[in-house]
């Protein structure tokens, strides 16, 4: 309840980022970049427990041991949970990678002579 | 030549009453007075007998004598010129033969040379009774100027501005010429005056230890930087500032631009050092000799990221050492 009518702005000092973003387009994208920070905290370690856990070398026993440990970790942290949505829009999909937005966006910026190096095409 | 000589006479008449009031007042406005002076073309012949007119008004302060008229000193001057010690006769020879040795200007060489020499015995009389004026050295030193008409009327009116200012502060047109002065002829140029002190050598700031600046500083530095800065007025400026920011690449293009990667290839490629504390035996082994195998071949990671993943392992099969000697 205290969290709604917080609006939209959200302080989420981001010690590696140049650019501080306080303000989102929704929640899900809110809840999208937690997940992302969480997965990039947790990356190296649960690529070593995978590591200890896809290989045939060591026990079985050992490997369960490692399961139940990365069951364990916060569940935001895997990147599988990770949406790339379009950064202006918010829109899950129909989103081109290289530039992160979406294609209705990205069609309005092309036509509007914003977008570099982008043409309509014609042949 | 007649132009030089009549603007030189106004000179000398000019100069010598300004000597007057500058003799009468502080050592400072002397000098001052003497670095006008300098400032009008003079042919050398001339310049000697400021020279002797100075030299003359020094010796009246010293004596406590009253200041005579202009006219007065003016005779003065031309008696002692007459009166001074009569030059080596082979000296003069040499000085005329030189004179006629040189292509062209016979008499004026002669007459320079001649008063060159005649200075030369003055300043060694001057350092056996003691107590030179540095200032003659000075002046001694400089060079002839050649002035273009367009410039002498700038240069009296410069001089006559310098003559009413009193506080000894340069007046704008006074420091024109002398900005002009400097730009033909380098500041460093020449033997030093010895006008200023020299001045003493910062020992005790070396000695203070830098302390670690505080916030308010670095929040002071802050505040300069961002009062000061202007906005980019052109397209170099501009690029510049992003260059400084990081926004844009520095060219040549920098591979390894960011990547303060210290490291030897050896110390990337060889990890097996950093096995000594597992068992030689065993699956672990195998295992960790794989994960060595895997980031030997990964560029992407430092060395320190790599010894980090092995420490990692290390640390996690020691807590499970009771569970797996269980097993």
Request: net charge positive; hydrophobic share 35%.
């Amino acid at each position: 309840a205290a969290v709604c009518w917080l609006a939209f702005r959200q302080v989420l000092p981001s010690p590696w980022a140049s650019q501080a973003r306080s303000y989102f387009v929704d929640w899900r994208m809110l809840r999208d970049v937690k997940r992302r920070k969480l997965a990039y905290e947790y990356a190296d370690q649960r690529l070593r427990i995978n590591a200890v856990r896809k290989n045939t070398i060591l026990p079985r026993e050992l490997q369960e041991v490692a399961d139940k440990e990365i069951a364990a970790l916060p569940r935001d942290s895997c990147p599988v949970r990770i949406r790339n949505r379009c950064v202006l829009t918010s829109r899950p999909r129909g989103v081109k990678r290289r530039w992160r937005l979406s294609r209705i966006v990205f069609r309005h910026f092309a036509d509007h002579a914003q977008m570099s190096g982008i043409q309509r095409a014609m042949w | 030549k007649k132009d030089e000589s009549t603007t030189s006479t106004d000179s000398t008449t000019k100069a010598v009453p300004k000597s007057q009031e500058g003799a009468a007042e502080t050592p400072k406005q002397k000098l001052l007075s003497i670095i006008g002076n300098m400032k009008v073309e003079v042919t050398s012949k001339k310049k000697f007998q400021q020279l002797k007119t100075q030299e003359i008004k020094k010796q009246a302060t010293d004596n406590l004598e009253g200041l005579d008229s202009g006219s007065g000193v003016l005779q003065k001057a031309s008696a002692d010129i007459q009166r001074s010690k009569p030059l080596n006769p082979e000296l003069v020879e040499a000085a005329a033969a030189v004179a006629s040795s040189l292509p062209h200007g016979k008499e004026q060489t002669e007459s320079e040379l001649l008063a060159q020499l005649r200075r030369h015995e003055e300043t060694t009389d001057k350092q056996r009774r003691g107590g030179t004026i540095n200032i003659r050295n000075v002046i001694s030193e400089m060079a002839i100027k050649r002035q273009s008409p367009a410039q002498r009327g700038v240069r009296i009116s410069s001089r006559i501005s310098l003559q009413m200012d009193e506080d000894g502060q340069r007046m704008k047109p006074g420091g024109l010429s002398s900005h002009s002065l400097d730009s033909r002829r380098s500041l460093k140029a020449g033997r030093r005056l010895n006008i200023f002190a020299k001045a003493t050598p910062e020992t005790e700031s070396a000695l203070k230890t830098v302390s670690s600046p505080t916030i308010w500083d670095l929040e002071f530095a802050k505040e300069i930087a961002a009062v000061t800065e202007q906005p980019p007025r052109n397209g170099f400026e501009e690029m510049i500032q992003w260059t400084k920011e990081g926004i844009l690449w520095e060219f040549p293009i920098d591979n390894e631009a960011g990547m303060d990667d210290d490291a030897e290839f050896h110390e990337h490629i060889f990890l097996e050092k950093h096995l000594k504390d597992f068992p030689k035996q065993g699956p672990i082994r195998h295992f960790m000799e794989l994960v060595i195998c895997g980031l030997s071949k990964n560029p992407y990671l430092s060395v320190k990221q790599k010894i980090e993943h092995i420490e990692w392992f290390q640390k996690y099969f020691e807590e499970k050492k009771e569970f797996l000697q269980e097993i």
